[in-house]
C-alpha cells in the first residue's frame, strides 16, 4: 500500500444499496470508490456498514423569518393568512443585525444535520430591503461551508404591493440569484396569471432561474400552476423553473389533474412540497372531513417530474417547531403521501438529496468519483432506516474536511437482568 490520499472512509454502504464501499479524499474530491481500496488516508474513518450520503439539500426555506417564532406574537389562528399577517407585523422592527445572527444560528443546526445547501426565499416587500443585505451578507459568510442559494420572494404580491416590482428587480441587481412569486396572493385570478407572466419574463431577460409559491391553497380553482407550465413552455426556460407548494393540487378535480400533469412534465417544471408546513396549514377551513392539503406527489413523480420536499420553515410565524433536519421533513412526506411502498420510501429519501440537488443546479453533488467530497455519515445503514429512525449525523463533510460530529443513538437501560443497551438500528 504505497498510494496515499487525505483521507479514505472505509466500509460504507451507499444509498443505491453497494454495500462494503471504501471512499478516497484527496484536495476534496472523491478521488476513488469501491470494495478494498489499496490506498492509505492519512485520515481512515471506519463508517462500520453505516450509510454514506450525499448531504441533506432544503429547495425550500425562509432564512429571513427563521427563529422569530412568537415575535411579536404566536399565530393564533395556525392559519397561512394570518402567518403572512403576523409577519407583516414584525418586518418593521427587523434590524439587519438580528436577521444575520438568526440566520446564521440556522446555518450551524442545519450543518449539524449534514443540511449542506438551501434554497431561501427572501421576501423583498420591505422597501428597505434589509432582509435582502442581511441574506447576502449571510451567503458570503457561510460560502466555505453551505451552498445559500436566494430567491427575491414578494411575499405581499408583486402587483398587489405597489414597490415590490421595484423592489424585486433592485434585489435581483444586488445579486439574489432566482426570481420567486406568489400569484394566489394577488387580488384576481387575473392578476395571479399576470405576475407569472411577468415574473417569467423577467427571469428570462436575466437568464435566472424561477421558484414561485404557487396554488398554496385549498381551493380547487387555483390554477397558477397551469400558467407557469405554459410561461416556461413559451419562454424556453424548461428545466429552470420550480413551482413550490402546488397545494390546490390536492383539492383539484382528477380529470384536470390528469391533463395538468402531463403539462407540467412536457414544461419541465419541478415541483416542491412542504410536507411538514401544509398538513399543518392547510384544510384549516374544513370541518370533516378535513383534506391533508399536501401537492399529488406520488402522481407527479409517476409522471417524470422532479419533486423535492422542503423544510419551509422553522419557528417563524408559520411554524412552531423544526431543527433544520431533512430526515424530519422526508419522515412527515413519506406519512401525508401515504409513500409506504420500499421504492417509495427510498423516492422520500431523494426528495431531501439528488432531487433538489438538481433543482437547485448544484455540482459536483453525489457520491461519485470526481465529484465534491461533501458526505454525511448516518447512523442508519441504509435510507429507508435513516428515515424511520432520523438518524444521527455521525460526520457531516465538506470539500473533504469534517463539519460536525455526533455519537450514535444510543440508549442504556437500567433494568435488571435485561441487555444494557438498545441498538434502534436493529430491524426484525
Ligand atoms: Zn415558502
Known sequence: MDVSVDTV?????????????????????????????????????????????????????????????????VNASGTLLEGIALWAELKP??????????????????????LLAIRSHVD?????LLAVEALLEVQRQVAPYLDLQLVAFPQDGVLRSPTALANLRRALDMGVDVVGGIPHFERTMADGAASVRLLCELAAERG??????????DDPLSRHIETLAYETQRLGLQGRVAGSHLTSMHSMDNYYVSKLLPLIREAGVAAIANPLINITLQGRHDSYPKRR????????????????????????????????????????????????????????????????ARIL????????????????????????????????????????????????????????????????????
Open 9 to 73: 472512509i472505509r466500509n460504507a454502504s451507499l444509498a443505491d444499496g453497494q454495500r462494503s464501499v471504501d471512499v478516497a479524499i484527496a484536495a476534496g474530491r472523491i478521488t476513488a470508490l469501491g470494495p478494498a481500496l489499496p490506498l492509505r488516508g492519512a485520515q481512515e474513518i471506519d463508517a462500520q456498514g453505516d450509510l454514506l450520503s450525499a448531504p441533506f439539500v432544503d429547495a425550500h426555506f425562509h432564512m429571513d423569518a427563521t427563529l422569530s417564532y412568537g415575535l411579536p406574537r
Open 93 to 114: 422592527q427587523l434590524t439587519q443585525q438580528a436577521l444575520v445572527d438568526r440566520a446564521l444560528q440556522y446555518c450551524d443546526w442545519a450543518v449539524a444535520r449534514g
Open 124 to 128: 423583498v416587500c420591505d422597501d428597505r
Open 208 to 217: 435566472l432561474m424561477v421558484d414561485m409559491h404557487c396554488d398554496e391553497s
Open 293 to 356: 392539503g399536501m401537492t399529488r406527489v406520488p402522481e407527479l413523480l409517476a409522471a417524470g417530474i422532479e419533486v423535492a420536499f422542503g423544510h419551509d420553515c422553522v419557528q417563524d410565524p408559520w411554524y412552531s417547531l423544526g431543527s433544520g433536519d431533512m430526515l424530519e421533513v422526508a419522515h412527515m412526506g413519506l406519512h401525508v403521501a401515504q409513500m409506504t411502498g420500499q421504492d417509495a420510501m427510498r423516492a422520500c429519501y431523494q426528495a431531501v438529496t439528488s432531487n433538489p
Open 361 to 428: 443546479g448544484l455540482q459536483g453533488y453525489g457520491v461519485a468519483v470526481g465529484n465534491y467530497a461533501d458526505l454525511v455519515l448516518l447512523d442508519a445503514p441504509d435510507p429507508v432506516a435513516a428515515i424511520r429512525l432520523r438518524a444521527a449525523r455521525r460526520l457531516v463533510m465538506r470539500r473533504g474536511k469534517v463539519l460536525a460530529e455526533a455519537p450514535r443513538a444510543v440508549s442504556r437501560l437500567h433494568i435488571d437482568g435485561r441487555p444494557a443497551q438498545v441498538d434502534f438500528r436493529l430491524q426484525r
